[in-house]
């Protein structure tokens, strides 16, 4: 059950990070500008950042099995509708529904993990879950290219398409909600809990009245949101416009960001345990990536060789993920909170994604110098670094905040 689930995960990862390849042939075809792009990339996730508190209360109410069902039926008619989009608003609307089906899988998957394995498993089975994603992640780079060279890129969303019915298929087939339904024994401490509405709502005031939860808020709005923004949207067309490379050799360099991500993944737990400190960790990973973003964007003027770039963003695309143990951390500082409501910090990653999709956007439409070639626009590297310098000023704010964050008493 858990392999079928964390390949629906795997092909909501995918989707994620397909734009970045797919950016040059939609501006050709369409005629998207940057901000066109960062609009579109961030439709997906404008529906998964607020549908993560209410996947959670459907999950309480109607289980895994139809939760998922559903996402992936609604993921495979985004896919379908991409494929046969003409314009913004169509592609626009796919993406969304790419992004509702989307936000059904991981919340689901946590709940099914607790339910079914022991609470020792829990970490472990969260780290391989992390792990399939970021696998997503990966084929979305350039084995994605590669497979454009074979397949038109419209035929292949009609593809994802017939993958999410098998899955859908799959799901309503071998998922469970609880043990019992096999004959199993069912523990009553593993039941899950249901909540209503108003407990939720308040949970939610807790966390959003204290001081602590939005420092940790903004450190993964910051880091998590400018990588994700960068590996799923900016770094392909940046490679392409800067380094002249073409599309299937530029998607190496977004599958280098997500390679430091599993590698990460892989290792947290034993990172974690070298660090002794989470905070001490946090404070490492922001202070690593800034160094990096000062290195790249000034000591190299934006441009490093090739060899020093891909070094750079495998430390950027590893260490950042270092502060996925913010969700630890604040469930150890809000210990009397449920696990449901915790999803409103799972939102900062994602509307950190949105914000550097469009301001990165933004400003590459503003310093663009009229260049086209093949009807798709040529954004300049003095465009690309200043977006950089916004995630590097932001870097440095979220150094100044990390030392304001305060360690779970106990």
């Known amino acids: 059950m858990w392999f079928i689930l964390s390949v629906g995960f795997l092909l909501a990862f995918f989707h994620r990070y397909s734009i970045g390849v797919l950016s040059n042939i939609l501006s050709e075809e369409m005629g998207l500008t940057a901000a066109n792009l960062g609009l579109l990339t961030s ?8 549908l993560q508190v209410p996947v959670g209360i459907l999950g309480d109410k109607y289980g895994v099995k139809i939760v998922t069902t559903f996402g992936i039926l609604f993921m495979g008619l985004g896919a379908f509708l991409f494929g046969i989009a003409g314009s913004m608003l169509t592609i626009s609307l796919a993406r969304l529904l790419i992004g509702i089906g989307s936000a059904c899988f991981f919340i689901s998957i946590l709940k099914m993990i607790a339910i079914w394995f022991p609470p020792d498993q829990f970490t472990k089975y969260n780290g391989w879950t992390s792990v399939m994603g970021n696998i997503g992640a990966l084929l979305a780079a350039s084995p994605f290219s590669l497979f454009l060279e074979i397949v038109n890129w419209r035929a292949s969303f009609f593809i994802f398409s017939g993958i999410s019915i098998i899955l859908a298929i799959l799901i309503w087939r071998y998922v469970y909600d609880y043990p019992q339904e096999l004959g199993f024994n069912l523990k009553e401490e593993t039941k899950a809990e249901k909540r209503n509405f108003k407990e939720i709502l308040r949970e939610i005031k807790v ?5 602590q939860f939005w420092l940790y808020f903004i450190l993964l709005f910051v880091m998590m949101g400018s990588i994700m923004s960068l590996a799923g949207l900016w770094i392909v067309p940046f490679m392409m416009h800067t380094y002249n490379l073409s599309r299937s050799i530029a998607a190496n360099f977004s599958l280098i960001l997500t390679v430091g991500l599993i590698t990460t993944s892989v290792f947290l737990g034993w990172i974690e345990l070298k660090f002794k400190d989470r905070i001490k960790m946090i404070r490492f990973s922001v202070v690593t990536v800034t160094l990096s973003w000062i290195y790249f964007i000034f000591i190299q003027g934006g441009k490093p060789p090739i060899i020093q770039l891909i070094l750079l963003l495998f430390i950027i695309g590893g260490v950042s993920l270092f502060v996925m143990v913010t969700f630890g951390v604040i469930k150890e500082l809000f210990p009397q909170l449920k696990g449901g409501s915790m999803g409103l910090i ?12 469009s301001i990165i956007g933004w400003i590459l439409d503003n310093t663009w110098q009229g260049e086209i070639i093949n009807g798709s626009r040529i954004y300049t ?3 690309y670094r200043q977006g950089f310098i916004v995630i590097l000023i932001l870097m440095i704010l979220v150094i100044v905040l990390s030392f304001k964050l305060k360690k779970p008493k106990n």
């Open 43 to 50: 439709m997906y996730f404008y529906a998964y950042a607020f």
């Open 346 to 357: 799972n939102l900062a990653p994602f509307l950190g994604t949105i914000f550097f999709n």
């Open 381 to 383: 590297l003095a465009g």
């Open 207 to 211: 966390l959003a009245s204290n001081l």
